[in-house]
């Protein structure tokens, strides 16, 4: 056992919901890992579950995204050891200064990745992984829209496409983030105005693929930047639920394909687990995709990130640390 502290939640709340309980970890059971935190990730989900827009049973801990080193290991664990450096991003009880895992959802840190930066990118870098990786076999000279270029997921996986050779259209709200967007062709116009936008950038060719985390708001863009049999991979929701949908409007679009996939069922085994944290550690290791640490908050003053956070007040990645 070991004495520290985690962040709970008890009723759902502004930021002030966030309190400290003094905890004593309890060794770990079979197949776990208890885990002493070096850093951990900051997530808008998280503000999703302490105001009640996700719905958890209460009292929680807050986080699915740390870093750290194995401290003790339960009964029936292979692969992991004390001492070595993992991270993990599923489950709860992030916000703490210890955490227990199982030991199937931990991968292990290389040498060149600190902890800081796993806890900044695993959750964002395992949704690029997928999207670019195990979804369709993009080939070098497709093309593909990505809305929400500038933002988490969006920055990560506009220079993976680019370093498969695709052709990247990057779409953002303002001038201003579309400015910082790495990508072939950056586009900032208004959603109504973007298939014409888009057929301008590529003289001529519509997308071959479009990865969508806005949704309802751009839902029906985005079907008009598909090429006949395009795909659309709708993976998010920030602007509302895609409302019903006709398969005949997919039909009309030109017998485009569409998925709604979500990150769960691409790291479900280990071996999944392992291979797009594998594939993500390369990459940031060759430079391809370079998570920003814009801030860090002790993670005892959680409540100020959540303000900062859901003020807009942030940039890049944010960062608690025990």
Not at 45 to 72: F, H, K, W
Not at 170 to 186: S, W, Y
Request: hydrophobic content about 45%; some cysteine; overall charge negative.
């Amino acid at each position: 056992m070991v004495d520290g502290y985690r962040l709970v939640i008890r009723e759902h709340g502004g930021p002030e919901a966030i309190t400290r309980e003094d905890t004593r970890f309890a060794d770990p059971g079979r197949s776990e890992l208890l885990i002493e935190t070096e850093a951990v990730g900051l997530n808008f989900i998280d503000v999703y579950y302490r105001t009640g827009l996700y719905q958890a049973p209460l009292p929680m801990t807050l986080g699915s995204e740390s870093a750290g080193r194995v401290i003790a290991i339960g009964q029936g664990v292979d692969g992991f050891k004390p001492g070595d450096r993992v991270g993990c991003a599923q489950g709860e009880g992030a916000y703490a200064t210890h955490r227990t895992i199982k030991a199937g959802q931990a991968v292990r840190l290389p040498d060149a990745i600190s902890s800081e930066v796993a806890a900044a990118s695993m959750l964002k870098g395992f949704t690029a992984c997928y999207l670019a990786e195990d979804i369709i076999p993009l080939k070098a000279g497709d093309v593909a829209l990505v809305h929400s270029a500038a933002g988490g997921v969006g920055s990560l996986l506009v220079p993976w496409l680019r370093d498969k050779g695709v052709i990247v259209v990057g779409h953002a709200g303002t001038p201003e983030k579309a400015a910082g967007i790495d990508a072939d062709h950056a586009l900032s116009c208004s959603f109504e105005e973007l298939p014409t936008a888009l057929l301008q950038a590529t003289g001529g060719r519509k997308a071959d693929v479009v990865f969508d985390g806005v949704g309802k708001a751009s839902w029906s863009a985005s079907l008009a930047c598909l090429r006949k049999r395009g795909l659309m991979v709708s993976y998010g929701n920030a602007s509302g639920a895609v409302p019903p949908v006709a398969l005949t409007d997919l039909m009309r679009a030109g017998s485009v394909m569409v998925i709604r996939p979500t990150l769960a069922d691409y790291i479900a085994t280990p071996d999944d687990l392992a291979h797009t944290a594998q594939r993500l550690f390369d990459r940031i290791e060759r430079g391809v995709v370079k998570p920003v640490i814009g801030q860090r908050f002790a993670l005892s003053d959680a409540a100020d990130a959540h303000r900062a956070l859901e003020a807009r007040e942030t940039t890049g990645s944010t960062v608690l640390i025990p």
